[in-house]
């Protein structure tokens, strides 16, 4: 196992934090570990690593994930394995008794939505970290890319790339896995984009094709989906009294056949959306609502303001921080989220699975 | 205990005060008991009724005061026998221990004396301080408080008991405010055709209502009222059982609140909805320390 040895040793930013004082600002200190990413493995606790493991066996799955267990629960570190059932069965039974010490959840029922996924993932890192509890958090998550449609197998891609700007100042040691026995090749592809390293056995080395979030930026924004609109699109121009644009949500929203509960949940995003038309967008905007297959498509649209990062909303929010809630509640509420600015029109769009 | 999920709808607002109403006033500040005990006094008198007052700690002639200040010369009705302003000293308990039974028999006596006069009905309002004193029979108070109900209820009469919060235990006054069918609503800090917010009370305690619409034009009002609040002893409770909406900034309003309470001091918020917890959940507002969000019942 190289660098084994380097890795018994605390890293300077695990240290730091264990010094009384702001520990926040010391984790945001890059230590000499980050600089020397380019050994296998992390040497710094506070930075994320985001690899990918690209396997085409199940010995191949195992050669990586095992010691990547072994490994982090010999250095007390969380460790977290999201993968398919199967594979599931077979780290267990790699792992042996040891296996107890590591949480297993089913992918089928964690990557649900990216929002959502993203936002459990953070507050996992922050449960197992904040209070000092464990240095680093190691985590196994194989995304799900069946049953995916076009748009959603995109905005999952995007959720991969966004987990590099969205932990990045996290102890966190992240390996996706991705079966060339079962994917499309351009989800595997895709793999070799969002993640800065790819794992082969107990060995990292930097990606080749990796395309960070914010350089080249225009290589992570996309239009808006093409949708195919069943029924009549309902329509709604709203400005200042953003009432009227709850109770157009929910009545169509109703009538669209979302229920009662997921309704709320989109009168409470659309409001938020609107109130950033109204309040830094123009003064008003336009809301449209249609059901579209099995989603209920609703957009949001007002002038343009500026130019909006791909990744807004999936960064998580400082708990105190006065801004910056708004699109992360939006994502964490919807089921997928677009926002695109094209000829001066800024549109958010929120899918909600009906 | 009063059932506290209908709470709101036991609460009426003092000029709406009327015959067969037996209302519990628990404030919490001078002003408020002044304007409530003013309004309702004036409010009887323009109806025709008979008013007598029973005050507390305070001279008759300092409730006169409170009425000449709001514009209205009490010499004529106090000459014709109209209104009666005295002392619980003075009165019912000069004449030996509090007696529930006595009390109730007078008060119906007064009833039947107010309409044989020729006056539309008889309102009757008192400050309950006194029972916070070694006074004999004030242990009787609740049972009184139950008894007279037969005085009011479906008469020509009405009569608000005023609870200073400040004084009382709270459980005791739940537990008294509980023995009266209704309550004065407290004067809103804030109201708009959406949104009101208003002082109230959960289980004895001092809470702030929040019913309607909170959104990005009135988190600043909820904002001012939960600084007023903060000014309230002990923990502040924020009641959202009338809630119908609250934005991510109204939400922020509440926490930062929180945020800035002194040591020791907590904010409950009550009877959130599952869907708004949940905002508050994945937002990462449920781990502020001097937070505690339920859906149930008031302060714990």
């Known amino acids: 196992m190289t660098g084994a040895t380097a890795r018994h040793t605390p890293g300077p930013g695990s240290a730091a934090r264990h010094t009384p004082g702001p520990g926040s600002a010391a984790r945001h200190t890059p230590g000499p570990g980050s600089a020397a990413r380019h050994t296998p493995g992390p040497g710094s606790a506070a930075h994320l690593t985001h690899q990918g493991l690209i396997y085409g066996t199940d010995e191949e799955f195992l050669s990586a994930t095992v010691p990547f267990c072994l490994d982090g629960l010999e250095q007390d570190d969380a460790v977290l394995a999201v993968t398919t059932a199967a594979n599931i069965g077979l780290l267990r039974g790699a792992l042996g008794g040891t296996a107890e010490q590591v949480e297993f959840v089913d992918a089928d029922d964690w990557y649900r939505a990216p929002g959502r996924t993203l936002g459990a993932y953070h507050r996992y890192v922050d449960r197992h970290t904040a209070d000092g509890a464990h240095a680093r958090v190691r985590v196994i998550g194989e995304p799900v890319w069946h049953g995916r449609d076009r748009l959603e197998t995109a905005e999952w891609t995007r959720y991969e790339a966004a987990i590099n700007v969205a932990f990045a100042d996290c102890p966190a040691w992240i390996v996706c896995p991705y079966d060339t026995r079962a994917l499309p090749a351009d989800v595997v592809a895709g793999a070799r984009h969002t993640h800065p390293e790819l794992v082969a056995g107990p060995a990292a080395h930097p990606s080749d094709h990796y395309t960070p979030p914010d350089t080249g930026r225009r290589s992570w924004e996309r239009r808006l989906a093409p949708v195919t609109v069943d029924g009549r699109e309902a329509v709604l121009d709203f400005a200042a009294d953003l009432s009227e644009v709850r109770a157009f949500v929910a009545e169509t929203a109703g009538a669209l056949g979302l229920s009662g509960e997921r309704a709320g949940h989109l009168v409470f995003a659309a409001n938020e959306v609107a109130t950033n038309a109204v309040r830094h967008g123009g003064g008003h905007g336009r809301i449209s609502l249609r059901r579209a297959g099995r989603r209920i498509v609703c957009d949001v649209a007002n002038p343009a303001r500026g130019g909006v990062e791909w ?44 | 205990m009063a059932d506290m999920t209908t709470r709101a709808d ?92 006595a009390m109730v028999a007078t008060l119906h006596q007064e009833v039947a004396d107010s309409l044989a006069a020729g006056y539309t009905g008889f309102r009757v309002s008192g400050e309950m301080g006194w029972a916070l004193r070694d006074v004999p029979g004030a242990d009787r108070l609740g049972e009184y408080e139950t008894k007279v109900n037969e005085v009011f209820a479906g008469g020509p009469a009405s009569a608000i008991c005023q609870y200073d919060a400040r004084r009382f235990d709270a459980d005791a006054l739940a537990a008294f405010d ?122 714990e």
């Open chain 2, 178 to 299: 509980g023995r009266h069918p209704g309550a004065v609503a407290p004067e809103p800090l804030y109201s708009s055709g959406l949104l009101r917010l208003a002082p109230s009370f959960r289980a004895g305690r001092r809470a702030l209502r929040v019913v309607g619409d909170v959104d990005y034009q009135s988190a600043a009002a909820l904002a001012t009222a939960l600084e007023t609040a903060m000014g309230w002893p002990g923990d502040i409770t924020v009641d959202m059982s009338g809630l119908d909406f609250i934005d991510l900034a109204g939400v922020r309003a509440l926490v930062q609140t929180a945020e800035r309470l002194p040591e020791g001091r907590r904010m409950h918020i009550v009877e959130l909805t599952p869907m708004l917890r949940h905002v508050m959940h994945v937002v990462g507002w449920d781990r502020v320390p001097a937070l505690t969000v339920n859906a149930g019942e008031g302060a």
């Open chain 1, 311 to 354: 990744y807004t909303g999936y960064l998580p929010p400082g708990r105190t921080r006065g801004r910056g809630h708004g699109l992360w509640t939006v994502r964490q509420l919807c089921d997928l989220v677009e926002i695109d600015t094209d000829a001066g029109v800024t549109t958010v769009r929120l899918h909600l699975d009906l």
């Open chain 2, 10 to 101: 036991r609460e009426r607002l003092v000029e709406e005060a009327d015959q067969g109403d037996h209302l519990c006033l628990a404030f919490a500040d001078d002003a408020e008991q002044r304007r409530v005990a003013t309004a309702y006094v004036l409010g009887g008198l323009e109806r025709g009724e008979r008013v007598m007052y029973f005050a507390d700690g305070r001279a008759p002639e300092q409730v006169l005061g409170w009425l000449r200040e709001a514009g209205a010369d009490p010499a004529p009705a106090l000459e014709r026998g109209q209104l009666v302003v005295t002392t619980a000293d003075d009165s019912y308990l000069a004449v030996g221990p509090f007696d529930p039974d």
